[in-house]
């Protein structure tokens, strides 16, 4: 329930803060006098969209804040600079935040929204609040987007092995060519490798022939290997009666044995060499062709080919085994389509039960407002196609008498009639969803006299219901059937024009009452007119 109401510096408000009661109330003031001002304010902390220009005139800031039962408050800034905040009890929250929360919390009637008694998915709801089936629209909503799911799976399969097999020839092809070099990890730097050797091979020969004979003696008739073989004897030989040359002999031992296997080493490398013009011949084929396939491709390396290659393998594998990935995923979309099939059913026969008793209560509720041969029908009609909602195509039809054919509402019902068909519906609903507070923006159009007498006993009779209700309206039959009288005025002042709204007293009731059945002018018979509505009925 909606308790308390600041607003600052919004539009023609300087300043509105007002406690609001439970049960029936309404508000009243002549037009342009700002009601919609205090609607459109309330609407910004349902996460309306916000305008700067809604700055009062030489203020910098707007502030608009709710209180609800629960100490729950909401409230909404906004600057002249067009920056907007949302806070939900004065913690920083995302605009979509404070509109979930404000929409469970206020419920607005505005007249534009008597069009929705032409939206089919506002009929399918009002049955499906009757039908109190939420759970089983929660199980047919997972059945029907795991079988929404297959069928797109079906769906992108069955385009990816059209679009593989229009280019399969080329792309066995391509498999083919990068088969044929036998890619591996490595393979490229390898072949590099052993090209450069191969084509040095007489230089790298002749080198190492050359530091052979140095190390063997045989180019300068001294064998370096032997040399240092006498040398560590010598050395060896002083051991015992010169220890100090200790760490000289080691180090010249050391040196021996490495020379000694180096030279090994060069000596079979030198032999190891061989000048092939063929294996360099078959190395440069190989190399030729990894080039080209890394040119062709648009690949810089081998290891990025492998990857290509691994994704044609995967693109043919899927023309070699889609028959069977097919048939696999048709049997769980078979499957998931019994099963969602069987949950709409479930909820089909939810709402057959529930039309049944919207026809009952709208008939209850319009024959008092002034439609005693009402006929209201909720047409059911199963489609074959599976549909977000079930398979139901659900349409409100209506006659205002019995002599006319049932239609749809929005084209046989006057504008008075949608009125009362709306505020019967909201009634009928609102037991079911339990919403604090509903407000209703001049509901009663195009109706008057008994019938708006009429309509605001059903708002007063909701607002009996643990709910508040509020009704912005012009018509005294209403406002007098209100338990607490909100009123709206503008002024002029030395700073502008302003808008103020205040709760009125008894006596003020009946002059505003007065007011709104004579005009400007408030005479006697006026005034007892006024307090005759005000009047409880007697028992």
């Known amino acids: 329930m909606l308790k308390h109401l600041y607003i600052k510096n919004f539009a023609l ?20 006098a700002g009601k919609s001002i205090v609607l459109g304010a309330i609407n910004l902390l349902l996460g309306q969209r916000a305008d700067s220009k809604l700055v009062k005139m ?14 729950v408050i909401l409230r909404r800034e906004l600057t002249a600079t067009g920056k907007s905040r949302a806070f939900i009890d004065d913690s920083p929250v995302q605009l979509t935040e404070l509109r979930d929360l404000g929409s469970s919390l206020i419920d607005i009637h505005s007249q534009h929204k008597n069009l929705l008694i032409n939206d089919v998915d506002f009929q399918m709801n009002v049955v499906d609040i009757i039908a109190d089936n939420s759970k089983l629209h929660d199980a047919y909503r997972d059945s029907y987007q795991e079988y929404v799911s297959l069928r ?6 069955q385009r990816s092995i059209e679009d593989i097999r229009k280019d399969e020839d080329y792309l066995r092809f391509q498999q083919e060519t990068l088969a044929e070099v036998e890619l591996r990890p490595g393979i490229q730097e390898e072949l590099e490798q052993e090209q450069e050797i191969l084509a040095h091979a007489e230089d790298i020969k002749n080198t190492l ?38 760490d000289v002999y080691n180090r010249m031992n050391d040196a021996y044995e490495e020379i000694k296997d180096l030279s090994d080493e060069v000596s079979d490398a030198a032999d190891s060499i061989d000048d092939n013009p063929a294996q360099l011949e078959r190395i440069n084929d190989k190399l030729d062709k990894i080039y080209t396939l890394q040119q062709k491709y648009h690949k810089l390396t081998v290891e990025e080919l492998i990857e290509y290659k691994k994704e044609i393998d995967e693109r043919l594998g899927h023309i070699d085994n889609f028959d069977e990935e097919l048939a696999e995923l048709k049997a769980q979309l078979q499957s998931a389509e019994a099963k969602a099939k069987a949950d709409a059913l479930k909820l089909t026969a939810t709402r057959k039960a529930a039309a049944e008793k919207v026809e009952r209560r709208m008939e209850e509720l319009l024959v008092p407002l002034g439609i005693p041969k009402v006929q209201f029908k909720v047409e059911i009609t199963e489609s074959k196609e599976l ?20 239609s749809p509402v929005s084209q046989v019902a006057s504008g008075g009639e949608i009125a009362r068909v709306m505020l019967s519906l909201k009634a009928m609903i609102s037991g079911a969803v339990k919403l604090p507070t509903i407000i209703f923006d001049e509901i009663d159009t195009g109706v008057s006299g008994k019938i708006a007498e009429k309509m605001a006993l059903i708002m007063a009779e909701m607002g009996r219901s643990e709910r508040q209700v509020i009704s912005i309206t012009h018509l005294p039959q209403i406002a007098a059937k209100g338990m607490t009288h909100y009123k709206v005025t503008k002024e002029e002042t030395d ?17 505003e009452i007065a007011q709104m059945l004579s ?11 006024a307090e005759e509505l005000l009047s409880p009925p007697s028992t």
């Not at 005009?519 to 007119?529: F, L, M, Q, W």
């Open 13 to 32: 408000i300087d300043t509105l803060d007002i406690d609001f009661r439970e049960g029936f109330s309404v508000i009243t003031g002549e037009t342009g």
């Open 58 to 71: 030489g203020e910098q800031k707007c502030v608009i804040e709710a209180e609800f039962d629960g100490d």
């Open 152 to 157: 797109q799976q079906i769906g992108k399969l």
């Open 209 to 246: 022939f050359e530091t052979d004979k140095i190390l063997s003696g045989e180019s300068r008739g001294y064998n370096t290997v032997d040399g240092l073989r006498e040398v560590v004897k010598n050395l060896e030989s002083l051991l015992d009666v010169y220890p100090n040359i200790e």
């Open 387 to 406: 549909m977000p909602t079930g398979h139901d195509d659900i349409q409100f039809l209506f006659s205002a008498n019995t002599s006319t054919p049932l």
């Open 495 to 511: 700073f502008g024009t302003t808008s103020r709204m205040t709760m009125l007293s008894d006596d003020q009731r009946v002059t």
């Open 519 to 529: 005009g400007s002018d408030i005479t006697e018979a006026a005034i007892r007119n």
